[in-house]
């Protein structure tokens, strides 16, 4: 499809381990963010990329807490030795422009990740 | 303090109706503001952008008080479809360019 695509949509995994999130953004965007959205909580901002340089990552919550976008394409966000604090749905999104440009962010559908 | 903050709710009216919810951010600094709609299990979506002018789209107004820095959507003649949740949207300057949300307001609309 032509949307952001991420996977996979549902991880479960035992407290400990390392995860990987995938995400695939729209063709030719420059701009790619993660979120992690809680559930009745607002998305809650994490990192973003312009093309494969990381510009911010002050919202990743400590250094278990990675991404990467190499090749400015698609994007992994890694979680190591992961807690249960950290189940939720992590959410990336892409922007054809840099922001603030016309605010638009296209979501995918986002993973989500439980922590047993 | 939050940066971006929001009742809620829920807010329950019936179909017809007319709806407004305000949210507030922190940051004076902050230039940018938006409107995102979610439905349920669904991933967020931009309804508008909030321009300093107010501005309407459809049955939707959104305006924007810098003085007190509060955003407000209103929905006039709401209908069965407007129900989900909110989201108020400020673009953060201070940091880099990265678009910060509200909590989130749910809204039900009931036949």
């Known amino acids: 499809g032509a949307g952001v695509s991420q996977s996979p949509r549902y991880k479960v995994t035992k407290r400990g381990q390392d995860v990987a999130l995938r995400c695939d953004p729209i063709?030719?965007?420059?701009?790619l963010y993660w979120y992690r959205q809680a559930l009745g909580q607002g998305p809650e901002f994490l990192t973003y990329?312009?093309?494969?340089?990381?510009?911010?990552k002050s919202g990743l919550p400590n250094d278990r807490f990675s991404a990467e976008r190499p090749e400015g394409s698609i994007s992994t966000l890694t979680i190591q030795r992961t807690e249960q604090r950290d189940s939720a749905m992590y959410r990336c999104?892409?922007?054809?422009?840099?922001?603030?440009?016309?605010?638009?962010?296209?979501f995918g559908e986002g993973s989500r990740l439980t922590v047993l | 303090r939050k940066e971006v903050e929001q009742d809620p709710g829920p807010f329950n009216v019936p179909e017809g109706a007319t709806v407004a919810f305000n949210c507030t951010y922190s940051n004076s600094a902050s230039q940018s503001f938006f409107w995102y709609r979610q439905d349920c299990r669904k991933e967020p979506k931009l309804l508008m952008s909030v321009y300093s002018s107010g501005n309407e789209d459809g049955r939707f107004t959104a305006q924007l008080n810098r003085a007190s820095q509060y955003i407000s959507l209103l929905i006039r003649d709401s209908k069965l479809s407007d129900s989900a949740t909110y989201l108020c949207v400020v673009n953060d300057f201070q940091g880099a360019q990265k678009l910060v949300f509200g909590q989130g307001t749910r809204l039900t609309i009931n036949p």
């Open positions: 999104a892409s922007s054809l422009e840099g922001l603030p440009g016309t605010g638009e962010l296209f």
């Open positions: 063709s030719g965007h420059v701009s």
């Open positions: 990329f312009n093309y494969e340089a990381q510009q911010d």
